[in-house]
Structure formats: C-alpha cells, structure tokens
Nanobody, 119 residues
C-alpha cells in the first residue's frame, strides 16, 4: 500500500553534484524519521544521513560538510543534496523511512538508485 521511490541518481564527474529524492506514495500513512543509506560493491550498507520528523539531521563523517538532507513533509519527500562528490561516493543509495502504515509502525525501504562518480 505504501512505496518509497528514489530518484536522481546517475553518472557525475568528481567535484560535481547530484540531488537525490525519495518520495512516499500510497494511502493511510505518516512518516517519522527518514534516512539515507548506501552500499558500494564489496562493502556493507552504511548510514549516510538521518533526518527527524522535525528536520534535525545527522551525517556520516565521510560525507559531513558535503551532503545535506532535507524533507518536505507536505510532499512526503526527503532529499539528499550531494556536493563535491568523490569517487568513494559511488554506491547504490537507499531511502528508509520509519512509517505508520494503516495504523501500524514499520520500516519501509526504497529499491535504491545508482550513483556513480567518475575520477
């Protein structure tokens, strides 16, 4: 009934920027905290950024100062602005949301979007 869809990934050269979006769709849901994760080939999935329902954020040290997360609650969308991209940022990026769906709390994951940074 509820789906998270990431978009905005692609190929960019080092030093460039990308803006990822994660939009929730469906009915009978509300969103609490949301987060961005990434998984590079051969590596474990790692937390990149978190954003609370009120907009407070936390970032992994590897992206702090370069990435910015924000949300538009009216649009049920969270964003990840990525600047000064490095080749090490290459990964599949996933959106995650702590949601209440049809009266039940659950974690919902998107299917991911590929970000590739060329060096």
């Amino acid at each position: 009934q509820v789906q998270l869809v990431e978009s905005g990934g692609g190929l960019v050269q080092a030093g460039g920027s990308l803006r990822l979006s994660c939009a929730a769709s469906g009915s009978a849901f509300s969103i609490n905290a949301m987060g961005w994760y990434r998984q590079a080939p051969g590596k474990a999935r790692e937390l990149v950024a978190e954003i609370s329902s009120g907009g407070s954020t936390n970032y992994a040290n590897s992206v702090k100062g370069r990435f910015t997360s924000s949300r538009d609650n009216a649009k049920n969308t969270v964003y990840l602005q990525m600047d000064s991209l490095k080749s090490e940022d290459t990964a599949v990026y996933y959106c995650n949301a702590d949601m209440v769906v049809a009266g039940r709390r659950q974690w919902v994951w998107g299917q991911g979007t590929q970000v590739t940074v060329s060096s």
